[in-house]
């Protein structure tokens, strides 16, 4: 690899970088297999780059089998390291090309919504869960931290692989679209006029769930919507908010069971 294929490998660390050449890294060979199974992501692994060395002949087959004659690139450790953000890398790095799965209209029952996001853990933690909970898709807003963000796509664990996510939404229109549509609209909010354990979901019905930004929770825009509820979790001590991540969980736990 020459040093100039090597700067544009490096540059894809940069969210303007992926952003114009429609590229992402990921490391690990947990990420690589999630996306080589991914039924969205399957065609999306273009290039491995691999440090000297590296001896998982186990997975190089697998990958090889699924993509034959794939391009790979091998890497002394001190510049196969400016590619990588882990402590400890696995010897392996994938180059993927973005992809925007979309679901078939008929088929969306249970959507996730995100307003301005700003945690890369907590975004990556939500999309693992509403995997875990079969989300049928999740949408996030403008002002968001990036779904391609390194720390993003690896707190998802690979789910980013085996989902359909919307990024860059105009949620005040979409949420309006999805109303229009028969969906109910949940805002989750400390102080929603609904409680959670009181709740009894209609397994026939369509929902959007909605989750806030951790600091300022969900905006006055979203709230003054009279077609919207709001929806509170059960709050047992004086603790004054809930993380975002552990709300979603909570919610999706509760409309699963």
């Known amino acids: 690899m020459t040093n100039k294929e090597l700067k544009y490998y490096e540059n894809l660390k940069r969210k303007k970088f992926r952003d114009s050449e429609g590229y992402f890294l990921i490391e690990g060979v947990h990420l690589i297999e999630e996306c080589l199974y991914s039924k969205y992501y399957n065609e999306a692994l273009k290039k491995l780059i691999l440090e000297k060395g590296f001896s998982n002949n186990e997975l190089l087959e697998k990958i090889n089998s699924k993509i034959p004659n794939i391009e790979t690139a091998y890497l002394e450790k001190n510049k196969f390291n400016k590619l990588t953000d882990t402590e400890n890398p696995q010897g392996i790095i994938g180059v993927i090309k973005k992809t925007k799965p979309v679901a078939k209209e008929g088929n969306k029952k249970l959507l996730i919504a995100l ?28 002002n968001s931290v990036e779904l391609y963000n390194s720390k993003v796509v690896r707190a998802t664990q690979g789910a980013l692989f085996n989902l359909i996510i919307r990024e860059e939404q105009n949620l ?59 929806l509170r979790i059960k709050r047992n001590t004086n603790c004054e908010s809930l993380n975002v991540g552990i709300s979603v969980g909570i919610i999706l736990n509760s409309f699963r069971n």
Do not use: H
């Open 172 to 230: 005040t229109n979409e949420l309006k679209k999805l109303y229009s549509k028969g969906f109910e609209i949940y805002l989750a909010d400390s102080e929603g006029k609904f409680e959670l354990s009181e709740m009894n979901f209609k397994k026939s019905s369509n929902y959007v769930f909605v989750f806030g930004n951790e600091a300022n929770g969900i905006s006055e825009k979203l709230k003054q919507n009279k077609n919207f509820n709001t």
């Open 115 to 142: 307003e301005k996001l700003n945690d890369p853990g907590n975004l990556g933690t939500i999309i693992r869960t509403c995997y875990w909970f079969d989300v049928d898709e999740v949408l996030i807003s403008r």
